[in-house]
Antibody
Framework: QVQLQESGPGLVKPSQTLSLTCTVS??????????WSWIRQPAGKGLEWIGR???????NYNPSLKSRVTISLDTANNQFSLMLSSMTAADTAVYYC???????????????WGQGTLVSVSS | QSVLTQPPSAPGTPGQRVTISCSGS????????VNWYQQLPGTAPKLLIY???QRPSGVPDRFSGSRSGTSASLAISGLRSEDEADYYC????????????FGTGTKVTVL
């Protein structure tokens, strides 16, 4: 059974860069046709898609965050990472990593999620 | 900046049928499949419906989804207390080089 686990700092200072890692177990991150994604959720609010990376390394980002986001793969350690620069209080949220599965015919969907990690932005 | 609009709340009594709407545009729901996620309090979202109307293994058939034009809906029949949760629709949006959009979310309350 595939499992995902987020890790990283729980507190980031304003203007700093957030770096989070998602460790995947129970399957190889470089095999299969999967998109590895980051999603966030401010307290009491809805879900916001941050971006994704395909097993080939190609990426797509949320247009509203694109200038500050980088998602990368670390196949050696079966991990993928998120970097979000110029953090502000508005970036305080629970950050989830997730695997997107599916096909062009069936569509794509998040079938496995991490438990989420709370990131607060404060000086 | 959700572009999929859902009602903020959907109350119901046990055994009742509740329907949640998800309104989008030709760039998202009108062109791509819709998924629904259930988020129980304090937990990560869970896939409930994929490809508009398909249930993953283990999801009760009380949950059903549909899509028509630029809107989608999720129905919960035989409402149970454990269905009290937040529900989100999601679809790929073909604008701006493509990106995923979530709905605004609907809180289902079992009275």
């Amino acid at each position: 059974q595939v499992q995902l686990q987020e890790s990283g700092p729980g507190l980031v200072k304003p203007s700093q860069t957030l770096s989070l890692t998602c460790t995947v177990s129970g399957g190889s991150i470089s095999s299969g046709s999967y998109y590895w994604s980051w999603i966030r959720q401010p307290a009491g609010k809805g879900l916001e898609w941050i971006g994704r990376i395909y097993t080939s390394g190609s990426t797509n980002y949320n247009p509203s965050l694109k200038s500050r986001v980088t998602i990368s793969l670390d196949t050696a350690n079966n991990q993928f990472s998120l970097m979000l620069s110029s953090m502000t209080a508005a970036d305080t949220a629970v950050y989830y990593c997730a695997r997107k599965s599916g096909s062009p015919v069936r569509g794509y969907y998040f079938d496995h999620w991490g438990q989420g990690t709370l990131v607060s932005v404060s000086s | 900046q959700s572009v999929l609009t859902q009602p903020p709340s959907a109350p119901g009594t046990p055994g009742q049928r509740v329907t949640i709407s998800c309104s989008g545009s030709s760039a998202n729901i009108g062109s791509n499949t819709v998924n629904w996620y259930q988020q129980l309090p304090g937990t990560a979202p869970k896939l409930l419906i994929y490809s508009n109307n398909q249930r993953p293994s283990g999801v009760p058939d009380r949950f059903s989804g549909s899509r028509s034009g630029t809107s989608a809906s999720l129905a919960i029949s035989g409402l149970r207390s454990e269905d009290e949760a937040d529900y989100y629709c999601a679809a790929w949006d073909d604008s701006l080089n493509g990106h995923l959009v979530f709905g605004t979310g609907t809180k289902v309350t079992v009275l």
